[in-house]
């Protein structure tokens, strides 16, 4: 598929368990891959305490599984609508607040767009 014309929209689906993004241009439409190739990316973080940096998507969930030691954030859509969007959580031994968090995530999004 060229992506040789201009978008004319994007749109993002955040999804509470995954995510995705699209592309509108004249005559079409197309989500776009943004991990190996699938078109969802999982809405986690896992910040890497040892690496001091944070994954996202299946690397985030992979990471986790295998036992790294961190920080695992999933489900980051129900913050939105909550009173917890004000406040802050510690990561890797930080206060971050919750609308940052939200900020990595989407940026991870459109940086993968």
């Known amino acids: 598929m060229s992506f040789s014309t201009p978008a004319r929209a994007c749109g993002i689906d955040f999804g509470t368990s995954n995510s995705t993004v699209g592309w509108l241009r004249p005559g ?16 986690v973080i896992f910040f890497n305490t040892e690496e001091r940096r944070p994954v996202y998507g299946r690397l985030a969930l992979h990471e986790y599984l295998e036992g790294y030691e961190g920080r695992l954030m999933r489900s980051l859509k129900s913050l939105l609508g909550s009173k917890l969007l004000k406040s802050e959580t510690t ?9 940052d968090l939200l900020g990595f995530f989407i940026g991870e999004l459109k940086k993968r767009a």
């Not at 079409?28 to 809405?43: V, Y």
């Not at 990561?91 to 609308?99: D, E, H, R, W």
């Open 91 to 99: 990561v890797l031994g930080s206060a971050l607040p919750f609308k």
């Open 28 to 43: 079409q439409d197309s989500l776009l891959p943004l991990e190996d190739g699938k078109i969802t990316l999982p809405s």
